[in-house]
């Protein structure tokens, strides 16, 4: 019965990490509902959900559960196919997007596997640009969510996503292109050991936010448009769209539009984590005590956190606003930003 | 060389399918779906660079603006009776073109199962990286590379003309 005793097969580390991540992004998306409510109406001097559990901690599964039981509707003049495939679509690329993405170092969990197991689902050496097709897949679940409602609010928050993903992909994709060059890879995982180095004597120090600060910028703004939040939340702009694409939508269709955005959300902290905050290295904490993935997971949180006060802090753009800003200073600062970086490296060594 | 097979069999079915069809809607989502399974054949063809290109350039970028341009004009359905009687692919005209088309893929297809030397296995091939095909990129295909660019601005430019033209248009109509 020795197959019954550690260490076991490192497959069943992948399976159990596969299942991790499944689990792991829908309880975030659950826990970021609670701390959207809460924050917000700490914000705005309220108490928040306060009823359901302790804090008000079950308040998301409770919403989960109405939603469950409420009725499903469809607009009559809908496309019944499209209609119920652009949720699918959105929540499917949330999932996929997530799989190349590295939580942690290698680990033998405590010894429980016979050899070291990466900490991500899937180890693609093109990680970078995996995550960025996903992401730009996800584009399409809003504007078929939009068109085959049916009505002309969704249409116009369809067409308005549609327009800005495009407008802020650009950037978002050029932002990080220093980070490449920097780290002459598009492994995560290689450019999150770059980062371990030690940066002006300081161990494990050698962030890409402190070489890249401007890159950083650029790859938050054009991430917080990408994933539709305030302040450039347009796609669903309440005053003026109902609820944009997703007005028509009730019931599980509803959530899982929701939940499609709040694990885009973690899916761009986890990529910005890995990219420009160093991913599992701190300071002074050696990758020998074995909490990198907490470490990871805290710099997500944070992230996170950020996404939330931005929300409930700044007042949303204009439309024309919104395009000015995209493509007349994030784009030329993004493309700055790359030659410089293209520059010190060439001839400083950076 | 299962999955080749399904690849292929998935975009040529949708790719059929996308001429087949009347809603152009459906027609683009079955293009993406085609562009799917061609990005499926690089990944195969251990070309992941290519592969992700394929999904984030045409699937991601260009398929977008051209969902977005059918829906802003969102083609009215005027069909006639004889419109919705006979699809358009099988009407005299399209029928005599296919009919041509067909044999001459097929007298091309003939002659060169005929002609081809007889196939042999590759070496082992190098390892395909981002750096390599950079570097392929900048100096032994520079120049193709550079007039490729050249022939995407002179169309850029060609839009912006026709956009500004109509806008000068209007104003002249104004006074």
Request: net charge neutral; with cysteine; glycine share 8%.
């Amino acid at each position: 019965m020795s197959f019954l005793l550690p260490p076991y097969p490192v497959i069943f580390g992948q399976i159990a990490m596969f299942l991790v991540v499944l689990l792991g992004l829908v309880h975030a998306a659950a826990g970021m509902v609670w701390v959207e409510r809460k924050e917000a109406a700490r914000m705005q001097q309220r108490v928040g959900p306060t009823r359901v559990g302790p804090f008000g901690l079950l308040q998301p599964f409770a919403d989960v559960l109405k939603l469950m039981f409420k009725e499903n509707l469809k607009p009559g003049a809908a496309d019944t196919l499209l209609f119920y495939l652009a949720p699918l679509v959105c929540a499917t690329t949330a999932f996929a997007a997530f799989s190349v993405v590295p939580i942690g170092p290698a680990t033998t969990l405590l010894g429980l596997l016979d050899e070291p197991m990466k900490l991500q689902v899937a180890d693609v050496n093109v990680a970078v640009l995996v995550v960025f097709a996903i992401a730009s897949m996800g584009v399409y679940g809003i504007v078929l969510a939009g068109w085959a409602s049916n009505s002309k609010y969704s249409l116009l928050g369809g067409l308005r996503s549609s327009a800005q993903m495009i407008s802020y992909e650009l950037s978002y994709g050029m932002s990080l292109v220093g980070v490449l060059i920097l780290a002459n890879s598009m492994s995560l995982t290689e450019i999150v050991d770059a980062q371990g180095a030690s940066l002006l004597g300081i161990p494990h120090a050698r962030w890409y936010i402190f070489l890249q600060p401007l890159g950083f910028l650029i790859f938050l703004t054009a991430g917080i448009a990408e994933t539709n939040r305030a302040p450039f939340d347009f796609p669903e702009a309440e005053q003026e769209l109902v609820a944009g694409y997703h007005t028509e939508y009730s019931s599980m269709t509803f959530a899982l539009f929701f939940l499609a955005e709040y694990i885009n959300m973690v899916t761009v902290s986890a990529v910005a984590t890995d990219l420009f905050l160093g991913g599992w290295y701190f300071p002074f904490v050696p990758p020998s005590w074995g909490i990198g993935w907490l470490i990871f997971l805290a710099k997500v949180g944070a992230l996170l956190f950020f996404y939330v006060w931005i929300r409930w802090t700044l007042p949303r753009y204009r439309y024309d606003q919104l395009m000015t800003f995209g493509w007349k200073i994030l784009l030329p600062a993004s493309v700055i930003n790359l030659i410089a970086t293209a520059a010190g490296v060439l001839y400083f060594g950076l | 060389m299962t999955l080749f097979y399904l690849f292929a069999a998935l975009a040529v079915v949708s790719s059929l399918l996308v001429i087949a069809q009347r809603n152009p809607i459906y027609s683009v989502l079955l293009l993406i779906a085609s562009f799917g399974a061609l990005s499926g054949l690089y990944v195969l063809l251990e070309a992941p660079f290519a592969a992700v290109i394929q999904i984030i350039v045409y699937a991601g970028a260009i398929m977008v603006l051209f969902l977005f341009v059918v829906m802003l004009l969102n083609a009215p359905q005027e069909d006639t009776e004889y419109d919705v009687r006979v699809h358009p692919l099988m009407r005299p005209g399209p029928l005599k073109f296919g009919a041509a088309l067909a044999v001459l893929l097929a007298v091309e297809l003939v002659w060169a199962l005929s002609s081809a030397p007889p196939a042999s296995a590759f070496g082992p091939l190098p390892e395909i990286t981002v750096t390599t095909i950079g570097r392929t990129l900048f100096t032994t295909y520079a120049f193709p590379f550079e007039v490729t660019s050249l022939l995407i601005l002179v169309a850029m430019v060609g839009a912006v003309l026709m956009a500004r033209r109509e806008e000068h248009s209007g104003e002249r109509g104004k006074r």
